[in-house]
Every structure is written in C-alpha cells, then in structure tokens.
C-alpha cells in the first residue's frame, strides 16, 4: 500500500463546515456598520429630496416619506440588537456569536 499526500488546487485544503461559521461571523459583524452607512446614505437622499422639492407637496411628501423610513429602519436596527442583548443577559446564551458544537 502506497500512502501520497493529497492534491489540493492550488496547494489549499477543500473548504470545510468551519468555513461557513468564519463567513457568517464576518457577515454579521458587518451588520452594524452595514445599517449605520444604509441610514446616513438614506439620510442624505431624503435631504436632497427635500431641498430640490422646490415647493411640490407630492416630492416634499416623497422625501418626509424617505427621512420617516430611514429613522424607523434605524430604530428597528438598533431595537433588535437590544433585545438580542436582552436575551442573551436573561439566559447566559451568547446570541450574537455563531458556533456549530464540533465544528473547528
């Protein structure tokens, strides 16, 4: 019996179940930072709807619509991120990590 080491492409192991746990905690630690940038943009859209309105109730309406949804969408971000932390102080789960049990 002849024992070889195997071949990988381009010298790299095949991705794992590990793999997957690596990507999703860097996506969620993107989050926060993700939703902060998508408020500010929104932020700024609505004010220049609003200052190039000039005067039309239906696109000053379109931007007050704008800077409504940007503030709730915030308020939703921020509100989830509490209650995680909320469960995860009433139970002793860490909710905000990802771990798969026996996968390194």
């Known amino acids: 019996m002849v024992f070889t080491t195997p071949a990988y492409a381009q010298g790299e192991p095949p991705a794992t179940l590990g793999s997957i746990v690596v990507i999703l905690k ?3 630690q ?3 930072p993700a939703a902060a940038i998508a408020f500010f943009i929104m932020l700024l859209v609505g004010g220049f709807q609003f200052l190039t309105s000039g005067g039309d109730p239906k696109a ?3 931007a007050k619509n704008t800077l409504t949804y940007a503030v709730i969408g915030i308020i939703l971000v921020v509100a989830v991120w509490l209650v995680l932390l ?3 102080n009433i139970t002793n789960v860490s909710v905000t990590n ?3 049990p ?3």
């Open 98 to 100: 990802v771990d798969l």
């Open 60 to 62: 000053v309406g379109a």
């Open 86 to 88: 909320l469960i995860q």
């Open 30 to 32: 993107l989050l926060a």
């Open 102 to 104: 026996g996968v390194n």
């Open 26 to 28: 860097n996506i969620i």
